[in-house]
């Protein structure tokens, strides 16, 4: 059993459960941090993109949209991790499923890249 199994109380409810849930996406951001070189990457790269955001945005649906494609990007890396994590538990042998998936996760992550900069674009120059 892993450290979660072997955490997890069945039955929780309201604010316990809430408390617990946080606690283990904050678990999830610390592993990505840790080991997944594109997510470090990609929050260095909106931690100055994301004041600058709230700057340049002239209204509030600007400042969310520019946010927002940040923030899509760091959650579809997260997913695309998740889906490598669990292709890779399974196990080193080669399947053409299993690239399948790795491979559409990582387009997910380009898509969200490509739509975060044409909004950026957009916003900033049209």
Same mark, same amino acid.
């Given at each position: 059993?892993?450290?979660?199994?072997?955490?997890?109380?069945?039955?929780?409810?309201?604010?316990?459960?809430?408390?617990?849930?946080?606690?283990y996406s904050l678990a999830g951001l610390r592993a990505a941090w *840790? @080991?997944?070189? %594109?997510? #470090?990457?990609?929050?260095?790269?909106?931690?100055?993109?994301?004041p600058l955001g709230l700057w340049?945005?002239?209204s509030g649906v600007e400042r969310a949209l520019l946010l927002g494609s940040l923030g899509l990007v760091l959650a579809t890396e997260l997913v695309n991790s998740a889906i490598e994590a669990a292709?890779?538990?399974?196990?080193?042998? *080669? @399947?053409?499923? %299993?690239? #399948?998936?790795?491979?559409?996760?990582?387009?997910?992550?380009?898509?969200?890249?490509?739509?975060a900069t044409l909004t950026w674009l957009l916003l900033l120059v049209g």
């Amino acid at each position: 059993m892993n450290e979660r199994e072997t955490t997890h109380k069945p039955g929780r409810t309201g604010l316990a459960r809430l408390w617990h849930a946080a606690g283990y996406s904050l678990a999830g951001l610390r592993a990505a941090w *840790r @080991h997944e070189a %594109a997510f #470090r990457q990609e929050v260095l790269l909106c931690l100055p993109l994301a004041p600058l955001g709230l700057w340049l945005g002239a209204s509030g649906v600007e400042r969310a949209l520019l946010l927002g494609s940040l923030g899509l990007v760091l959650a579809t890396e997260l997913v695309n991790s998740a889906i490598e994590a669990a292709v890779d538990r399974h196990g080193p042998e *080669r @399947h053409p499923l %299993a690239g #399948r998936a790795k491979d559409a996760g990582s387009a997910a992550v380009l898509v969200a890249l490509v739509v975060a900069t044409l909004t950026w674009l957009l916003l900033l120059v049209g």
